[in-house]
């Protein structure tokens, strides 16, 4: 079973900071990685994903996030954040079946004015 | 903004009692997901439609847990015998092929008291 890792529970940043949240995952042939994020009390929104090809790909708003597969990592980054990013950030690999998406368990991102 | 509709936003029931939810999923979306998302960010998958037909669940959804995506008709998903650890976000996501990304509607957040 394929799996993914957030390390950071928790990331506190200031307005205008940058920041890189960490995802780790277990590798089982092929590469379908995502991130979402999810503001409180909605649903998950897409933010961008890696499949081939260049392993930096950009996303929504700023989001960019590089894959790695000598690190087994795909870290998402903003170079400067706003207080509208404050959410919980998802993290997911697509299993090996080809269908559901398996998620981390998040990283909650607060953004100090 | 995800057109995808989950009603109700909340429903409360005792253990024992049946809760059913509400999927719309986006027009043009074949494929529609049902995930189960814990206080602890832990996600679930618990099955997934194309068009009327399953394509994949877990063991846990064929036992108490049934869904259905009908045509002309919302999808649903209902616990017939609700039970105190079932208390959780549920969340239907669609999207116009499996391997594509998913469209998340806000969910229905189910208390089993």
């Known amino acids: 079973t394929q799996t993914v890792s957030q390390s950071d529970a928790h990331v506190t940043v200031f307005e205008g900071d940058s920041v890189e949240l960490r995802c780790n995952y277990s590798?089982?042939?092929?590469?379908?990685l995502s991130w979402y994020i999810q503001h409180h009390g909605r649903g998950l929104q897409f933010l961008l994903k890696?499949?081939?090809?260049?392993?930096v790909v950009q996303g929504v708003n700023g989001f960019e996030a590089e894959f790695s597969k000598s690190d087994s990592s795909f870290h998402l980054r903003k170079a400067s954040v706003h207080w509208s990013d404050s959410a919980v950030y998802f993290c997911a690999v697509r299993d090996q079946g080809g269908r559901a998406l398996i998620f981390g368990t998040g990283t909650t991102v607060s953004v100090s004015p | 903004n995800s057109k995808v509709i989950q009603t109700p936003r909340y429903l409360v029931k005792g253990q024992g009692q049946k809760a059913k939810m509400r999927c719309i999923p986006e027009?043009?979306?074949?494929?529609v997901f049902w995930y189960q998302q814990n206080k602890n960010n832990e996600f679930k998958f618990l099955i997934n439609?194309?068009?009327?037909?399953?394509?994949?669940q877990i063991d846990m959804t064929e036992k108490r847990f049934s869904a259905e995506c009908p045509s002309n008709s919302p999808c649903s998903l209902e616990i017939q015998s609700s039970e105190a650890g079932d208390s959780a976000l549920y969340l239907c996501?669609?999207?116009?092929?499996?391997?594509?990304?998913?469209?998340f509607g806000s969910g229905t957040r189910l208390t089993v008291l």
């Open positions: 590798y089982g042939g092929s590469i379908y």
């Open positions: 027009k043009g979306h074949p494929v």
């Open positions: 890696y499949y081939s090809g260049n392993p």
């Open positions: 439609f194309q068009n009327q037909e399953v394509l994949q």
């Open positions: 996501a669609s999207t116009p092929d499996s391997a594509e990304t998913l469209y």
